[in-house]
């Protein structure tokens, strides 16, 4: 069966330092891999998604950046982290095919910069 | 862009009660997919209930079932039989069927009194 990680669950970050969070999917092969933010009360937000290694499609302009290193394996990461990056970051993974793929979510990374 | 608009932001129900989460939603499409998700608590996501545009039959998962107006762009969630184990923020999602982002709602509180 396919499981999804992300690490770690809970980072407190000073305002101006970098930021690194890791998704990994295990299971599955040739992976969809989103990232979403989500803040307090609030829906999600998606703010980068991949269809492939290297592959990387930004939605929003921001001060975060992603990349795919391998096949399963989503990094999001920033140079100098800002208080409006706090929220909760949720890493997703879909099967590469049209139709009606659910989106399946990882167990998220709650991110406090002060 | 397709917007997905969830007007209650709480609703509160009995246990044992039947409660419905309403969402409407903006396309010109003709093919898409409809989903909604639970987040509990522990901020994980889970797919309810999913329903794809070219079906006129409503999906059903249990004690979840879904009514489907395609004309009126509506796409509303009742819980049957509510359980303390449903209590959470559910939201709604659009999906275009040759696309793989998913457009999310702002959530629905679902809080069940025992």
């Known amino acids: 069966s396919q499981t999804i990680h992300q690490w770690p669950a809970t980072l407190v970050q000073p305002v101006g330092s970098p930021l690194s969070l890791e998704c990994t999917v295990e299971g599955t092969s040739n992976p969809n891999l989103y990232w979403y933010r989500q803040a307090a009360g609030r829906g999600l937000q998606l703010l980068f998604y991949s269809v492939g290694i290297g592959q990387i499609s930004s939605e929003v302009p921001q001060n975060l950046s992603a990349s795919r290193p391998q096949d399963r394996q989503f990094i999001l990461s920033s140079k100098k982290l800002l208080l409006s990056d706090s929220g909760f970051y949720l890493c997703a993974w879909s099967v590469r095919l049209v139709g009606g793929n659910e989106q399946f979510f990882g167990p998220g990374t709650r991110l406090t910069v002060l | ?114």
């Open chain 2, 1 to 114: 862009a397709q917007t997905v608009t969830q007007s209650q932001p709480e609703m509160s129900v009995q246990e044992a009660e039947t409660v419905t989460l309403s969402c409407t939603y903006d396309t010109s499409e003709s093919d898409y997919y409809l989903f909604w998700y639970k987040q509990p608590p522990s901020r994980q996501m889970i797919l309810v209930i999913r329903q794809e545009a070219y079906k006129q039959q409503n999906a059903t998962e249990n004690r979840f079932s879904v009514n489907f107006q395609k004309a009126a762009k509506s796409f509303s969630l009742k819980i049957s039989d509510s359980q303390l184990g449903d209590a959470a923020m559910y939201f709604c999602a659009y999906r275009r069927g040759d696309d793989y982002k998913l457009s999310f709602g702002a959530g629905t509180t679902v809080t069940v009194r025992a």
